[in-house]
């Protein structure tokens, strides 16, 4: 089942926009850990049932090195996502309702035009190392993110209508924010706000800040404290008795840099890794059915999608896109991919089962050969070259390619891969060019919708997608609007628009999936290792 607070409605003045209690993220945590299919653990189901045993470790790995302490070298990565969660709380989190359950703000007040927040923080705030923390960590955060020579992309979120939020100190525990309009894409920036330690960093230039040596000994405010860390190889941390919250039940955490997924396996199955990813059906296998260990399947909140491209040859007109994607038939693609709905289900659109304003009346393409084939005679397509790029970083986007390339070619297409590392990919993919016909993107979608349909804008980030300047002002009122059932509403319209496009696939909707030791439970509840206040060992 999947339970969705929606507390948010028309009646819900903009000053409680931010209220939330207890009992509404209790029930939105509910919705995160079930989904299309249900959140999935296999084996003998004993570790759930058990006692809970105080203490331990937990120790896994993770593929990217990790270099610097500072969270805003680390805030656009999955790995900073996850790890760097459990040391730096954010002013608030957002449910997948689009609640706030409040962290380190006591309160976040919006005036009724939107225009103009008020951060109080919690009282009894404490840095790692005893420490007050204050609204001047918030006003040094702030000025940091301002100076945009720093970190253009990060300052960029604090901006509506390309001008920086303004913002002053009104007492040691609240700040002033003020916006030239209102803007959802703002609060879920403001709320999501991390904030550095201004004692940390006394001694530092501003332009110094993120690469200076004092980020070895940065305190934090999360439920974890760093302990040590060595550059590239490991990251050690334990409780931070600081913490304001709730502390969990486990001593600490251990990242351990460990590039080879094989590796990884190999040290999980000898008992020195707390847990394994697992990203392929081959691998699931071996654990599945294993009374060894235990499997957990949950919504991470991720849309696989493809672009195609209206500035390249073949797919440059809306009947040529037509016919590449009347070709395809996603579920069998999702099927092909991944080999088990423990890993995915078919998208709908461009929105996640468990996500903010998921409609699950909204339909997807459908594959229809005859008019695929047609479409290909009328416009002299028979053999025409489809090139197709992946990031060669993400797991399962190769075997996704495989599959479109197989459905192309079956209809008369000459597909073609190419894998592309990380950064020649987001260059090809961010920039306007003619050097692909498809792209396949993964990206979050769980949050407020307002943060990512730039990706289905041309005049943003979807430089390679055709949309329409009826689309793009629709994703501006979408930002705009306050009224919860209006946007509601507004995003219904832009999809079903986006989708008359002829140019993004919503492909996947894809589940995290692990393999843990017998004796660690919570981790459906820990919102992919971002939380590890509730994962906890059994007896």
């Known amino acids: 089942m999947s339970v969705n607070f929606n507390y ?162 009104t007492s040691d525990t609240e700040v002033e924010f003020t916006i030239v309009r209102s803007s959802n894409l703002f609060r879920k920036a403001l709320g999501s706000l991390i904030i550095l330690p201004a ?75 707390s847990l394994f990813t697992i990203s392929n059906s081959e691998t699931l296998a071996n654990y599945k059915n294993n009374d060894k260990y235990n499997v957990v399947s949950y919504p991470d909140g991720r849309i696989t999608f493809m672009e195609i491209n209206p500035n390249a040859s073949n797919t440059d007109s809306m009947d040529k896109r037509k016919a590449v994607i009347d070709a395809l038939n996603i579920d069998e693609l999702v099927y092909g991919t991944y080999g088990d709905e423990l890993f995915s289900r078919s998208a709908k659109s461009i929105r996640p089962k468990d996500s903010m304003f998921y409609n699950d009346d909204i339909k997807n393409y459908t594959q229809n050969l005859d008019e695929a084939k047609k479409l290909m005679k009328e416009n002299n397509l028979e053999g025409a070259k489809i090139n197709i790029i992946f990031n060669s970083a993400r797991v399962g986007q190769e075997e996704l390619c495989t599959m479109i390339k197989s459905q192309l070619d079956a209809v008369g297409f000459d597909a073609q891969i190419n894998s592309m590392e990380t950064a020649a990919y987001f260059k090809s993919y961010f920039y306007p060019t003619d050097s692909f016909n498809i792209s396949i993107m993964a990206n979050e979608m769980i949050g407020d919708p307002s943060s990512s349909v730039g990706l289905f804008n041309n005049t943003k980030s979807g430089k390679n997608m055709y949309t329409t300047e009826k689309l793009n002002s629709m994703w501006d009122d979408l930002d705009k609007e306050m009224d919860q059932s209006k946007r509601q509403q507004i995003l219904n319209d832009a999809i079903e628009e986006l989708h008359n496009c002829w140019s993004c696939v919503p492909v996947c909707d894809t589940n995290y999936v692990c393999a843990t030791q017998k004796n660690l439970a919570g981790l459906e509840n820990s919102d992919r290792l971002s939380d590890l206040t509730k994962v906890y060992f059994t007896e």
């Open 199 to 273: 004692h940390t960093f006394k001694d530092v230039d501003q332009a110094d800040v993120y690469t200076s040596p004092a980020n070895d000994k940065i305190a934090t405010s999360g439920a974890y404290k760093i302990d040590t860390f060595s550059t590239g190889e490991k990251l050690v941390c334990s409780k931070n008795e600081n913490y304001y919250g709730d502390k969990g039940h486990i001593d600490g955490f251990e990242v351990n840099v460990v590039s080879d997924a094989s590796t990884q396996e190999i040290a999980f199955q000898n008992g020195e890794f």
């Open 8 to 169: 948010v409605g028309p009646e819900v003045s903009r000053r409680d926009f931010f209220k939330i209690g207890a009992a509404a993220a209790a029930l939105a945590a509910l919705g995160i850990t079930t989904g299309c299919s249900g959140d999935k653990t296999s084996g003998s189901g004993a570790a759930v049932q058990a006692k809970i045993k105080e203490g331990g470790k937990v120790v896994y790995a993770v593929e990217e090195p990790i270099t610097s302490l500072n969270y805003y070298n680390n805030s656009d990565t999955d790995l900073g996502k996850q790890v760097f969660a459990n040391l730096f709380a954010p002013l608030c989190k957002f449910n997948v309702d689009g609640s706030a359950d409040y962290r380190l703000a006591k309160d976040i007040k919006i005036s009724d035009d939107g225009t103009t927040y008020t951060v109080t923080l919690r009282d009894d705030l404490k840095w790692s190392d005893g420490e007050k923390l204050t609204s001047d960590d918030i006003i040094f955060t702030m000025d940091l993110l301002a100076n945009e020579q720093l970190k253009p992309q990060t300052s960029s979120a604090y901006k509506v209508d390309k001008k920086f939020c303004e913002y002053k100190k």
